[in-house]
């Protein structure tokens, strides 16, 4: 399985919406950098792909896998995407009907 890279991504976009490679460039540059501030925030809607969210992890108690050794380990906050169920379905496929 490939993956694309910045310039194929750019390159396809281009040519999809007839749009210059340079502003495609520029627009998923402003793009990103209002998804970033957006999420700092809390929260950064890709519609139709997912969403950015920012989330809070209570400290709790870990074991050293070496060891067994109990850790502490500390609150912190994480970033997740949570994919939209539209993107779901189109990658993997409706899912079963109940």
Same mark, same amino acid.
């Given at each position: %399985? $490939? /993956? %694309? =890279?910045? =310039?194929?991504?750019? +390159?396809? %976009? +281009? =040519?999809?919406?007839? #749009?210059?490679?340079? !502003?495609? /460039?520029?627009?998923?540059?402003?793009? &990103?950098?209002?998804?970033? @501030?957006?999420? /700092?925030? *809390?929260?950064?809607?890709?519609?139709?792909?997912?969403?950015? &969210?920012? !989330?809070? @992890?209570?400290?709790?108690? *870990? @074991?050293?896998? $070496? =060891? *067994?050794?109990? #850790?502490?380990?500390?609150?912190?906050? &994480?970033? /997740?995407?949570?994919?939209?169920? $539209?993107?779901?379905?189109?990658?993997?496929? $409706? *899912?079963?009907?109940?």
């Amino acid at each position: %399985m $490939a /993956k %694309m =890279t910045q =310039t194929q991504i750019i +390159s396809e %976009m +281009s =040519t999809k919406t007839g #749009i210059a490679k340079k !502003q495609v /460039k520029d627009f998923l540059a402003a793009y &990103v950098d209002l998804a970033y @501030r957006e999420a /700092k925030k *809390g929260e950064f809607a890709f519609h139709g792909l997912g969403k950015l &969210v920012k !989330q809070k @992890r209570k400290a709790r108690i *870990g @074991r050293n896998p $070496a =060891t *067994g050794e109990e #850790i502490k380990i500390p609150a912190k906050t &994480v970033l /997740k995407f949570r994919v939209a169920k $539209a993107a779901k379905d189109a990658v993997l496929g $409706a *899912g079963p009907k109940k």
